[in-house]
């Protein structure tokens, strides 16, 4: 079953998020700006549905990620429809870091949980295909990807 990750977010907070990512990427078209928004969608979806699983964002979707994060309210609400709350720790560059395995690994369970994968936003740090401001990566050292189930209650 195909799941729609621009499906997450209203018309007004997609817009709100996607002008973010263009404020801090001049000169970047508003097609690209939404494209990397969708796949920080679906990659947060699938690592809130996803605890203990060790899942990384290429650079270029986790300056998706970071754009939803400013957006505290949106992301605050958008986590606790998808039942967890991820948090984001960053770690500095470091292209010696890169496992393009893990990269592999992590669109593989974006495309089991159902959603289709711009491959294009999921290249090697060293590819400038796409170029973002995002200056950070993560590695899959159970560190930088956290999940907190939502409370029951």
């Not at 195909?2 to 907070?13: E, Y």
């Not at 890169?98 to 289709?116: K, L, P, Q, S």
């Not at 491959?119 to 090697?124: A, E």
């Amino acid at each position: 079953m195909t799941q729609t990750a621009r499906a997450l977010l209203t018309d007004a907070q997609f817009n709100d998020v996607r002008a973010t990512i263009l404020d801090h990427n001049p000169g970047m078209a508003p097609d690209l700006a939404g494209r990397i928004l969708v796949d920080a969608l679906a990659f947060l979806a699938t690592a809130a549905s996803s605890p203990g699983q060790a899942l990384v964002p290429s650079r270029v979707v986790d300056e998706g990620w970071h754009a939803l994060i400013l957006h505290t309210s949106v992301y605050y609400g958008l986590c606790s429809r998808l039942g967890s709350f991820v948090h984001h720790l960053p770690e500095r560059p470091d292209p010696g870091r890169h496992d393009e395995a893990v990269i592999e690994r992590t669109i593989a369970r974006i495309e089991a949980a159902g959603f289709t994968v711009d491959r294009d936003l999921w290249r090697g740090p060293a590819d400038t295909l796409v170029s973002v401001a995002a200056e950070c990566q993560h590695s899959d050292d159970s560190g930088p990807i956290v999940t907190i189930p939502k409370p029951k209650g």
